[in-house]
Nanobody, 114 residues
Framework: QVQVVESGGGLVQPGGSLRLSCAASGSIFNIAAMGWYRQAPGKQREKVALITSASNTNIADSVKGRFTISRDGSKNTMYLQMNSLKPEDTAVYYC????????WGQGTQVTVSS
């Protein structure tokens, strides 16, 4: 089993920045990819970003140029640097790890408001 824990959410003003972290632990042997989804109230879950074991990345158009995904493979930890945050970025952000199966974290709330 793989445990996934997110951290770093919170309240930030429009234009501000936050960095989310996602740590994977447990039976780690070959993580193929890690990524982020988000879900705003009343909306469907939306793909935000992913990073593969080869450090290839994919960023959603809605956050491209503002969000950056990175990974520390030695620590099985992934980061989502979020800059120039907008109110529409408000959502619960979920981390996932893909290693033969998908493992999800519990989510972390990001609120962008003045």
């Amino acid at each position: 089993q793989v445990q996934v824990v997110e951290s770093g959410g919170g309240l930030v003003q429009p234009g501000g920045s936050l960095r989310l972290s996602c740590a994977a632990s447990g039976s780690i042997f070959n993580i193929a990819a890690m990524g982020w989804y988000r879900q705003a109230p009343g909306k469907q879950r939306e793909k935000v970003a992913l990073i593969t074991s080869a450090s290839n990345t994919n960023i959603a158009d809605s956050v491209k140029g503002r969000f950056t995904i990175s990974r520390d493979g030695s620590k099985n930890t992934m980061y989502l640097q979020m800059n120039s945050l907008k109110p529409e970025d408000t959502a619960v952000y979920y981390c996932y790890v893909y290693q033969e199966n998908l493992y999800w974290g519990q989510g972390t709330q990001v609120t962008v408001s003045s």
